[in-house]
């Protein structure tokens, strides 16, 4: 039909013209999908022509054959712009296909469009939905085999949105059986796809590799049934722990946006050092690293003695304490935080200490550094490192144990110029 064509098209002057002469055009529908004009446009990224029909009062939320929304074609081919605007005028972001019984957020997940999915999450969060249904509940919506958003991202091989979705509240060992019921984790999902990000991803919020899917299978056997060794080598239960954000309810939940992503950044790192030690012995090996670390090698001579951290002396104080004003590396400030184990016994645990004053922790943030120039803006995680190579999160958490020793040479810099508290309570060693 000439009006669909003009509207996959984008060609907004013909289907202006064809609505002139025929106003019914909006109502109609593809012959065998049922799709209306602006299933088209959504699926086409044709923002000025879903305007337009929406301007004409179409309603949003009409429905195709398979009962899918605009709104979830739009998120399913990534089309940001008319995901908002769909959104903007209204469209229910709680309505279920009738194939798989999937929401726009399962649809945003699964093909991987992390705008799409933050647009939705937020629209969820601060609309009627966070209220009449409850934002985690939506966050963890079910389609209908069980899988939540987080499933289908984790399956899929799509770490970023496997990320906001687990910052968003989506829990990492929800199981496709429901509640209490045995079925698929996360975890056995990205152990299907192969997707070593996705893997770590999971790992590092806590994601349990024993617990076992409907056929009792661990995702560390569900990786080898599909060849994913690389994957599987960070599954097998008897290779090192990664670490593991602090129950997000203690303290992370509310950290400063600035230090949490420094942090996160720093614990990515960790635990691929990690895995490098846990892939030697293996075939595999891992793809360089998204940044070039190399680069960085050039600055490493420029820590002043000041901005040393006093707990390894080795890293730029990155992450300063409030309200006390202690400052410490990121990594130090994980191996403060972090377990190395997710041990629900471990997670009510009393909230981590200042390791310098004692004092409780009111707020992390990003440590202001004063620079040659003065400038006196944060440093960035990466910059400032004394050496970089080599160095594995466990060697950086075993000079933890060395703490007393270290106080005892007196290099406190400032402000440090308070004792550091030795006692070992505070690192999770367990
Ligand atoms: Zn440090
Ligand atoms: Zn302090």
């Known amino acids: 039909m000439r009006s669909f064509s003009a509207v996959e098209f984008g060609d907004l002057a013909s289907v202006e013209m064809l609505l ?6 909006v109502r109609k529908t593809t012959v065998f999908d049922r799709h209306s004009a602006l299933h088209i446009a959504a699926a086409n990224g044709r923002i000025e022509i879903i305007s337009m029909l929406l301007d004409r009062s179409v309603n949003p939320d009409l429905l195709n054959r398979h009962k899918q929304t605009p709104l979830m074609f739009a998120a399913m081919h990534g089309n940001i712009s008319c995901v908002r605007k769909l959104i903007q005028a209204g469209a229910n972001i709680l309505m279920f296909d009738s194939i798989h019984g999937r929401t726009c957020l399962h649809y945003a997940a699964c093909y991987g469009h992390p705008e799409c999915l933050q647009v939705i ?3 969820a969060y601060t609309s009627h939905v966070a209220v009449s249904w409850g ?3 939506f966050v963890n919506i079910r389609d209908g085999k069980g899988a939540t958003p987080l499933h289908l991202a984790a399956h899929q091989r799509q770490p970023e949105c496997v990320h906001i979705l687990l910052d968003k509240g989506a829990l990492v060992c929800a199981s496709t059986g429901g509640y209490g019921f045995p079925g698929s984790t996360p975890l056995h999902l990205a152990a299907r796809g192969g997707s070593l990000d996705c893997t770590r991803e999971l790992l590092a919020w806590g994601a349990d590799r024993l617990q076992k899917d409907a056929s009792g299978r661990i995702p560390y056997t569900v990786a080898l049934k599909h060849k994913h060794g690389a994957c599987a080598a960070l599954l097998n239960p008897s290779s090192a722990e990664p670490l593991v954000w602090p129950s997000p309810l203690k303290f992370i939940g509310e950290l400063n946006q600035e230090a949490k992503a ?8 960790a635990n691929r050092e990690r895995e490098k ?3 030697k012995g293996t075939a595999y090996s891992l793809p360089s690293p998204s940044h070039s670390e190399d680069a960085m090698d050039d600055n490493v001579s420029e820590i002043s003695d000041t901005n040393l951290c006093c707990i390894c002396f080795d890293q730029a104080c990155t992450i300063e304490v409030q309200d006390c004003g202690h400052q410490m590396c990121a990594q130090c400030t994980l191996a403060l935080c972090c377990h190395n184990k997710p041990n629900p016994t471990t997670a009510s645990l009393a909230a981590p200490v200042c390791p310098f004053c ?6 992390l943030v990003v440590a202001k550094v004063k620079t040659e120039n003065d400038t006196g803006h944060a440093i960035s ?3 400032l490192r004394r050496s970089r190579k080599s160095r594995t999160f466990s060697e950086g958490s075993s000079s933890f144990k060395g703490l007393s020793a270290v106080g005892s040479f007196g290099r406190i810099g400032d402000p440090g110029s308070g004792r550091i508290a030795v006692e070992n309570e505070w690192v999770d060693k367990a």
Do not use: T
């Open 121 to 123: 999450l937020f629209a």
């Open 277 to 279: 030690n846990i892939l």
């Open 262 to 269: 420094m942090l996160e950044r720093a614990l990515m790192e």
């Open 381 to 383: 995680s990466s910059k």
């Open 20 to 25: 002139e002469r025929d106003p019914v055009l």
């Open 135 to 137: 934002f985690s509940r």
């Open 358 to 363: 004692r004092s409780s922790i009111a707020q």
